[in-house]
């Protein structure tokens, strides 16, 4: 009972957020760009990953796939302090063990999946801090392709542009969803675990230079 009541305190603190944070969209004036120019519009079950610049990441992706509710992949210390886990619920998010992601995580991951829900999360595993105009992409780690196996939906890559300045239009380059059960069915060998990490790497990569083309 006491969890179904905090539940709803998170729904209705979810909702709350998402209601207020409106006005956002004036000021960050959300743009995508597409390869090929063809819009993307990310529907049913998928898993978005995107590059990781800043802490502020989350509240952009909600900007820039605004017609969909999120679940955030977040790292499990920071729901060390009530007030801040108190948010991170409201967001919706699910903690993980930086060290140690154990299966029952990836079972949650993909449960929520396969009720056609969005998850969200940042395969560098870290904010890439080198402070440049166009930070490089680090090295994706591979458990984003277990989790879309397991639950048999796609995987969403996305690039988001650095803002200059607190002025600056929010910019994102979204590619077309990845079936990576299509590469080696199933049940991949590690090496080609390794192969399709590498492949959405590059389409991120790939994704960056159109946003600097923009």
Same mark, same amino acid.
């Given at each position: 009972?006491?969890?179904?009541?905090?539940?709803?305190?998170?729904?209705?603190?979810?909702?709350?957020?998402?209601?207020?944070? =409106?006005?956002? %969209?004036?000021?960050?004036?959300?743009? #995508?760009?597409? /390869?090929? @120019?063809?819009?993307? $519009?990310?529907?049913?079950?998928?898993?978005?990953?995107?590059?990781?610049?800043?802490?502020?990441?989350?509240?952009?992706?909600?900007?820039?796939?605004?017609?969909?509710?999120?679940?955030?992949?977040?790292?499990?210390?920071?729901?060390?302090?009530?007030?801040?886990?108190?948010?991170?619920?409201?967001?919706?998010?699910?903690?993980?063990?930086?060290?140690?992601?154990?299966?029952?995580?990836?079972?949650?991951? =993909?449960?929520? %999946?396969?009720?056609?829900?969005?998850? #969200?999360?940042? /395969?560098? @595993?870290?904010?890439? $801090?080198?402070?440049?105009?166009?930070?490089?992409?680090?090295?994706f780690k591979s458990g984003m392709v277990l989790m879309a196996l397991m639950a048999g939906k796609p995987i969403v890559p996305m690039v988001m542009k650095k803002r200059k300045n607190i002025f600056s239009r929010l910019e994102a380059a979204i590619g077309e969803p990845v079936d990576v059960a299509s590469f080696y069915?199933?049940?991949?060998?590690?090496?080609?675990?390794?192969?399709?990490?590498?492949?959405?790497?590059?389409?991120?990569?790939?994704?960056?230079?159109?946003?600097?083309?923009?």
């Amino acid at each position: 009972m006491k969890e179904k009541i905090l539940n709803v305190i998170y729904k209705i603190g979810f909702w709350f957020v998402k209601i207020s944070a =409106a006005p956002g %969209l004036l000021w960050f004036r959300p743009k #995508c760009y597409y /390869p090929g @120019g063809k819009k993307v $519009r990310i529907k049913g079950g998928a898993l978005l990953i995107a590059n990781h610049i800043t802490m502020l990441d989350p509240y952009y992706m909600q900007y820039l796939v605004w017609y969909r509710n999120h679940h955030f992949v977040c790292l499990k210390e920071f729901y060390d302090k009530p007030a801040r886990a108190f948010l991170f619920r409201c967001f919706q998010c699910i903690p993980v063990d930086r060290d140690n992601t154990g299966t029952a995580t990836m079972r949650e991951i =993909a449960a929520h %999946l396969k009720k056609d829900e969005l998850v #969200c999360m940042f /395969p560098e @595993g870290t904010v890439n $801090r080198d402070g440049t105009e166009r930070p490089e992409i680090h090295q994706f780690k591979s458990g984003m392709v277990l989790m879309a196996l397991m639950a048999g939906k796609p995987i969403v890559p996305m690039v988001m542009k650095k803002r200059k300045n607190i002025f600056s239009r929010l910019e994102a380059a979204i590619g077309e969803p990845v079936d990576v059960a299509s590469f080696y069915g199933k049940r991949p060998t590690v090496t080609q675990i390794e192969e399709i990490t590498e492949y959405l790497q590059q389409k991120a990569l790939g994704l960056q230079q159109l946003l600097e083309e923009k």
